[in-house]
């Protein structure tokens, strides 16, 4: 595979942008709780198809929805301090830049 088409301006060598606005820091960090929240739910088994009753696969479509907004409602209430910690690790990466 020949790689030297690639253009730089294309491929930015930093593939993150940097965030300075704490309040988009901590919307960064809340978003990462909610899919991490909403993973830890799934496999919880919240929301499954109780045998013998079901709509199919269009329940379990709309079944991770609701997860995702279980999430969502979670880390809104206060979440269990996932965000937190990652809102701090990014302050504090962005402050020694």
Known sequence: MDFSAVNSRV?????????????????????????????????????????GFGGGAGEDAYSGLLTQEYARAIVEKGGIGVAEQVF?????????Q
């Open 88 to 96: 701090e690790i990014l302050k504090q990466r962005n402050s020694e």
């Open 11 to 51: 491929l930015p060598l930093n593939p993150q942008p940097e965030v300075r606005d704490e309040a988009a820091l901590k919307q960064v960090a809340q978003e990462f709780e909610a899919v991490f929240l909403s993973e830890m739910l799934k496999y919880s088994g919240l929301n499954a198809t109780p045998e």
